[in-house]
């Protein structure tokens, strides 16, 4: 059968469009990958929460906590948050590092504000203080869910021909940081896709695979995320009696001192983490006093 000129022309407009509706599907999907936004509530009945974003700029006021008394139930009820902006990301290799303001004690991040609005990973009890940030319950509270880990490595050769098969890094933060995050260094990167694991720095770390503070080559955003590397023994964060925030720390392993894939890794961590958007505390409202006599 020999088709007609006008069905020939049919049949291809129709081709095109379904070509083009798959390319723009395609197009949003890859757009959806470059950025995201959640909601955090740090005291839910007061309505108290805003919006974090990858590539946000931060800033703004600092606020409180439940400023206006309405939820005590809220476990770190008063203290200052907010205020922290992409300008402040990076930390050191210390935890507790990388505080804008707040960090009075170097020997404890126990009652630390949140500048970045995110609270800080935990090492377990005993570990600089930051046991009043750990455990099930307090992971259900935490804002962007759950702290979990995940690898990321390259198998693009091409992409980075020096890249040794050892090469795997750890990221180490909530739930939404680390998706957003993986997403982000696949596009960039040119990372290997993976997914969250749960983190439990508590098992026995002779027969574990999880991260330990000692691994730790960066730590962003008032601590609450962290990029590790396994072969790397910072001997400084090890546990002791004099351990500090602002402890040194040992030159990075030679074979990737000067990698480029750690390099990428890292500048794309610290360009596109998600940060809570500039918070503007709102006006006090007029009494009804003061509005009659208007």
Known sequence: MILSVPTILVAFATFFQVVQAANNCASSNAKATKSIRFRIAYAPSS?????????????????????????????????????????????????GSGYPYGATDVKTIKGRPFPHAMWPISWGPGYLGGEEYWGDDIDLLRPGGAVGTINILTKDTSKWPNVGSDEVYTMIG??????????????????????????????????????????????????????AYPKYNNTFALPSSNLTTNHGSVPLPGSIINSPFLRCVNDTIRASLPLMDAFQKPKKKLSPGAIAGI
């Open 47 to 95: 309505m108290d929460s805003n919006t974090v974003s990858s590539w946000s700029d931060g800033g703004g006021s600092r606020t409180k906590i439940n400023e206006n008394g309405t939820d005590l139930s809220n476990p770190f009820a008063g203290r200052e948050y907010a205020g922290g902006g992409r300008w402040d990301i990076l930390g050191t290799t210390a935890y």
């Open 174 to 227: 909530d739930k939404e940081s680390l998706t957003f995050m993986i997403s982000d260094l696949v596009r960039v990167c040119h990372a290997a896709p993976a997914t969250p694991r749960k983190f439990d720095p508590t098992t026995n770390a002779t027969n574990s695979t999880q991260p330990r503070p000692e691994n730790v080559v960066q730590y962003y955003r008032s601590s609450s995320f962290a990029l």
